[in-house]
């Protein structure tokens, strides 16, 4: 795979369907029915993971995941290894020099790109001082997005009582000193970056702050300085209903043309009302609706590659399954129909 080497805008957007409601038997039918008809570009594919979460138990089992699949599925598959809210949380220092390494050597072992996100809580110098520590292990990364949902509510407050959001950050505080801090660290690397994009969700004062928060990030994505373009990461979580999978395209409308999209966090945000196969069919059905949008070199994340933690349903690997459990199988499926399996 060639990788993009501008410095790219990652744009977070999570997108909610039915308000976290159980949705009938018939409309989750027509769901997966529906997505089933779909063609599916040849998009870029992956995971999220907490990459510093229970090594090396969590590497063997990644290991073996990569062993099962196709060397074409594996030249396509990136790891987002400092995903979601841990991102902001962990410091480099939380990371064993063990982790870094044992991620660099499975990397080059079965090809997969990397993708980091940095913690908006640390200094741009010690966030680039660890990028350079992954690179001088072997790490390629695919794109660095930077940070993690910062249009969210606990940033714009400064929540104290949310690790990873006691520092307040505005949109403002986005565009005009965050961004530009770390694009000037991280520039030197070659490595695309990513901004924040909020989603097209909620009502009120909810709805109009994502808004703007999306015509401020966008505005500044087409007036970046020289030197600097930015691409797209999308969060994309419904709660298995009907869905406006159109705020993608409405998204590429107001980026800069040519500007790619990584649904960097996708999957099933409704906690209850599904049993283990039901889960598996609407995720694995989101995720064929989602790759319709998008286009060939665009990102599409399976939300949660690894935990191990009790009754977790939303992992693709547990050791309660000794590897990949039910809903790694149907997220498996959609990968290998996107790149199937030639017949010898």
């Known amino acids: 795979m060639k990788v993009l080497r501008t410095t790219t805008v990652a744009l977070a957007l999570t997108i909610a369907g039915c308000g976290g409601k159980r949705v009938d038997a018939?409309?989750?039918?027509?769901?997966?029915?529906?997505?089933?008809?779909?063609?599916?570009?040849?998009?870029?594919?992956?995971?999220?993971?907490?990459?510093?979460?229970?090594?090396?138990?969590?590497?063997?089992?990644?290991?073996?995941l990569m062993d099962d699949l196709s060397t074409e599925i594996k030249s396509h598959m990136h790891i987002r290894v400092s995903a979601g809210?841990?991102?902001?949380?962990?410091?480099?220092?939380?990371?064993?020099?063990?982790?870094?390494?044992?991620?660099?050597?499975?990397?080059?072992?079965?090809?997969?790109?990397?993708?980091?996100?940095?913690?908006?809580?640390?200094?741009?110098e010690n966030q680039a001082e660890f990028v350079a520590k992954w690179l001088e292990y072997g790490a390629k990364f695919s794109f660095i997005e930077l940070m993690n949902e910062t249009y969210l509510s606990k940033y714009r407050e400064g929540d104290a009582s949310r690790p990873g959001a006691e520092g307040q950050i505005t949109i403002e505080d986005?565009?005009?000193?965050?961004?530009?801090?770390?694009?000037?660290?991280?520039?030197?690397?070659?490595?695309?970056l990513y901004l924040v994009f909020a989603p097209k969700k909620g009502k009120g004062k909810k709805r109009t702050y994502n808004d703007e928060w999306n015509e401020a990030v966008g505005g500044f994505a087409s007036q970046a300085p020289e030197g600097h373009t930015y691409g797209a990461v999308?969060?994309?979580?419904?709660?298995?209903?009907?869905?406006?999978y159109g705020q993608i395209d409405r998204l590429r409308a107001m980026l800069p043309e040519g500007t790619p999209i990584a649904v960097t966090e996708a999957g099933?945000?409704?906690?209850?009302?599904?049993?283990?196969?039901?889960?598996?069919?609407?995720?694995?059905?989101?995720?064929?609706?989602?790759?319709?949008?998008?286009?060939?070199?665009?990102?599409?994340?399976?939300?949660?590659l690894y935990t191990d933690y009790d009754n977790d349903m939303d992992a693709t690997l547990h050791p309660n399954y000794k590897g990949i459990s039910p809903k790694g199988e149907y997220v498996l499926r959609w990968m290998r129909d996107v790149y199937p399996e030639s017949e010898e």
């Not at 965050?178 to 490595?191: G, I, K, Q, R, T």
């Open 268 to 304: 099933l945000s409704a906690r209850t009302g599904y049993n283990y196969d039901e889960r598996g069919e609407l995720i694995e059905a989101h995720y064929r609706k989602i790759n319709a949008r998008l286009k060939p070199g665009e990102y599409l994340f399976d939300h949660i």
């Open 174 to 192: 986005y565009t005009d000193r965050l961004v530009p801090a770390f694009s000037e660290h991280l520039a030197p690397f070659d490595v695309p």
């Open 26 to 64: 018939e409309i989750r039918e027509e769901v997966v029915e529906e997505a089933g008809k779909l063609e599916l570009p040849q998009i870029e594919i992956g995971f999220n993971a907490k990459g510093d979460l229970n090594n090396p138990a969590q590497l063997s089992m990644v290991d073996a």
């Open 85 to 124: 809210t841990r991102s902001q949380r962990r410091l480099p220092s939380d990371w064993a020099e063990s982790d870094v390494r044992g991620w660099c050597e499975l990397q080059k072992k079965h090809g997969f790109g990397l993708v980091y996100v940095v913690n908006g809580n640390d200094a741009p």
């Open 234 to 244: 999308v969060h994309l979580y419904f709660d298995g209903g009907e869905y406006d």
